[in-house]
C-alpha cells in the first residue's frame, strides 16, 4: 500500500523487512547449531595413547579415569589431565648437566670424611591421581627425599665402602628408603632405578684416596687370583691323590692274588708230595733243571760214575788263542 505522495507506508516496508529476516533467520539457526557443535567436538573430544591415562576433572573434582583411546569432555565444564604411566623420568643429584652443585653433593661418612656425591634417579608415575592432587610440586619433592636418603646411606657408610666395594649396597639402600619417603607423602611415584655417578674427596685430597683405591682393587684382584689358583691346584691334587690310591688299591689286589695263587699252588703240590714224595721230589728236580739247562746253549751230559774218574780240565785253549792273535792284529793295523 502506499501513501498519498507515491511512497510505500513504513509498517509495510517494516512487515516486509520482519518476513525476510524471519526467513534468513531459518538457515542461520542450523547452520549457527551445527558450527557450535562442531567447536564443542573439536574442543571436547580427546585421545589418550598406549601408556597415558586420562584423570577427568569436573568442576575441579576427579570425575573419571580414561583408558587409551577417544574420549570426549565437555568444554569449560570438565578438565582433562593426561599422564603417562610408562615413561621414564630422571632427576639429578649434586650436579646439572656437566655442573656441581657442591651444596647438594658434599657429604659426611660414618668416619668423619667429606665427600662429593652425585646420583641419578629414575622414576615413573604409578597413580595419576596422587600425582596430580597429593602434592603441589612431585618432582621438587623427589629430589629433596633423594638428597635427604643419600646423605642418610652415606652417613652410615665408610669412605672406603663408599667409594668401592659398598657403592652396591648404598644404591640398595637409598632406593630402598627414597621410596619409602615417596609412599608417606603419597606422591604416586614409584623409583625405578638410582645409581650413584661419582663419590670422590675433596679435590685437596682425591689424589691420595685415588691411591688407596687403586691399592684396594689391586688387593682385590690379588685375593681373586689366589682364589683361582687354589680352585685350579686343589681339584688336580685331589685328582691326582685319588690317582695313587686306585693304582695301590690296584697293586694290593695284584699282589694278594698273586700271593694267593701261590699259596693255592703251593697247597696242592704239598699234597701230590704228600701222595707220593718221591715221584714228586723228582719231579720237581726235573722241572728244575729244565728251567736252569733250558737257557745254557751247549750241553754236556755224562754218567756220574765216569765223572767221579773224569780229570777236571780247564778250557785255556781258546783263551791262550785269543792272547796270541791280539798283538798281531794290532801290528797289522
Same mark, same amino acid.
Given at each position: 500500500?502506499?501513501?498519498?505522495?507515491? *511512497?510505500?507506508?513504513?509498517?509495510?516496508?517494516?512487515?516486509?523487512?520482519?518476513?525476510?529476516?524471519?526467513?534468513?533467520?531459518?538457515?542461520?539457526?542450523?547452520?549457527?547449531?551445527?558450527?557450535?557443535?562442531?567447536?564443542?567436538?573439536?574442543?571436547?573430544?580427546?585421545?589418550?595413547?598406549?601408556?597415558?591415562?586420562?584423570?577427568?576433572?569436573?568442576?575441579?573434582?576427579?570425575?573419571?579415569?580414561?583408558?587409551?583411546?577417544?574420549?570426549?569432555?565437555?568444554?569449560?565444564?570438565?578438565?582433562? *589431565?593426561?599422564?603417562?604411566?610408562?615413561?621414564?623420568?630422571?632427576?639429578?643429584?649434586?650436579?646439572?648437566?656437566?655442573?656441581?652443585?657442591?651444596?647438594?653433593?658434599?657429604?659426611?661418612?660414618?668416619?668423619?670424611?667429606?665427600?662429593?656425591?652425585?646420583?641419578?634417579?629414575?622414576?615413573?608415575?604409578?597413580?595419576?591421581?596422587?600425582?596430580?592432587?597429593?602434592?603441589?610440586?612431585?618432582?621438587?619433592?623427589?629430589?629433596?627425599?633423594?638428597?635427604?636418603?643419600?646423605?642418610?646411606?652415606?652417613?652410615?657408610?665408610?669412605?672406603?665402602?663408599?667409594?668401592?666395594?659398598?657403592?652396591?649396597?648404598?644404591?640398595?639402600?637409598?632406593?630402598?628408603?627414597?621410596?619409602?619417603?615417596?609412599?608417606?607423602?603419597?606422591?604416586?611415584?614409584?623409583?625405578?632405578?638410582?645409581?650413584?655417578?661419582?663419590?670422590?674427596?675433596?679435590?685437596?685430597?682425591?689424589?691420595?684416596?685415588?691411591?688407596?683405591?687403586?691399592?684396594?682393587?689391586?688387593?682385590?684382584?690379588?685375593? *681373586?687370583?689366589?682364589?683361582?689358583?687354589?680352585?685350579?691346584?686343589?681339584?688336580?691334587?685331589?685328582?691326582?691323590?685319588?690317582?695313587?690310591?686306585?693304582?695301590?688299591?690296584?697293586?694290593?689286589?695284584?699282589?694278594?692274588?698273586?700271593?694267593?695263587?701261590?699259596?693255592?699252588?703251593?697247597?696242592?703240590?704239598?699234597?701230590?708230595?704228600?701222595?707220593?714224595?718221591?715221584?714228586?721230589?723228582?719231579?720237581?728236580?726235573?722241572?728244575?733243571?729244565?728251567?736252569?739247562?733250558?737257557?745254557?746253549?751247549?750241553?754236556?751230559?755224562?754218567?756220574?760214575?765216569?765223572?767221579?774218574?773224569?780229570?777236571?780240565?780247564?778250557?785255556?785253549?781258546?783263551?791262550?788263542?785269543?792272547?796270541?792273535?791280539?798283538?798281531?792284529?794290532?801290528?797289522?793295523?
Amino acid at each position: 500500500m502506499a501513501s498519498g505522495n507515491g *511512497n510505500p507506508e513504513i509498517r509495510v516496508v517494516v512487515a516486509e523487512y520482519r518476513d525476510a529476516v524471519r526467513r534468513k533467520l531459518r538457515w542461520i539457526g542450523p547452520i549457527a547449531a551445527l558450527v557450535v557443535a562442531g567447536l564443542v567436538a573439536l574442543v571436547g573430544f580427546y585421545e589418550v595413547a598406549p601408556g597415558e591415562i586420562a584423570v577427568v576433572r569436573t568442576f575441579g573434582r576427579e570425575s573419571a579415569r580414561c583408558s587409551p583411546g577417544l574420549h570426549f569432555a565437555w568444554p569449560l565444564v570438565q578438565h582433562v *589431565n593426561i599422564i603417562n604411566t610408562e615413561q621414564i623420568e630422571r632427576i639429578e643429584i649434586g650436579f646439572r648437566g656437566d655442573k656441581l652443585q657442591l651444596d647438594e653433593a658434599l657429604m659426611i661418612t660414618a668416619d668423619e670424611n667429606i665427600v662429593e656425591a652425585q646420583m641419578i634417579v629414575q622414576y615413573r608415575v604409578a597413580d595419576p591421581s596422587k600425582a596430580l592432587f597429593r602434592l603441589r610440586d612431585p618432582k621438587k619433592v623427589l629430589h629433596d627425599a633423594a638428597e635427604v636418603a643419600l646423605r642418610g646411606v652415606v652417613g652410615r657408610t665408610t669412605i672406603d665402602d663408599i667409594m668401592t666395594t659398598g657403592r652396591d649396597v648404598a644404591q640398595v639402600e637409598t632406593k630402598r628408603q627414597l621410596q619409602e619417603l615417596m609412599d608417606a607423602a603419597s606422591s604416586g611415584l614409584v623409583v625405578t632405578e638410582v645409581k650413584l655417578q661419582a663419590v670422590d674427596p675433596p679435590d685437596d685430597v682425591r689424589d691420595a684416596f685415588h691411591d688407596v683405591v687403586r691399592a684396594l682393587e689391586e688387593r682385590e684382584q690379588k685375593i *681373586n687370583t689366589a682364589k683361582g689358583y687354589q680352585a685350579d691346584k686343589i681339584p688336580k691334587a685331589r685328582g691326582e691323590a685319588q690317582k695313587v690310591l686306585r693304582a695301590a688299591e690296584a697293586y694290593r689286589t695284584a699282589r694278594i692274588d698273586r700271593a694267593t695263587g701261590d699259596a693255592t699252588k703251593f697247597e696242592a703240590v704239598l699234597a701230590e708230595y704228600s701222595k707220593a714224595r718221591e715221584v714228586t721230589r723228582r719231579r720237581l728236580h726235573i722241572e728244575t733243571l729244565e728251567t736252569i739247562l733250558g737257557k745254557v746253549q751247549k750241553k754236556v751230559i755224562i754218567d756220574a760214575l765216569v765223572a767221579q774218574n773224569a780229570l777236571p780240565l780247564l778250557p785255556l785253549g781258546g783263551l791262550i788263542g785269543q792272547a796270541l792273535t791280539a798283538p798281531a792284529a794290532k801290528g797289522a793295523r
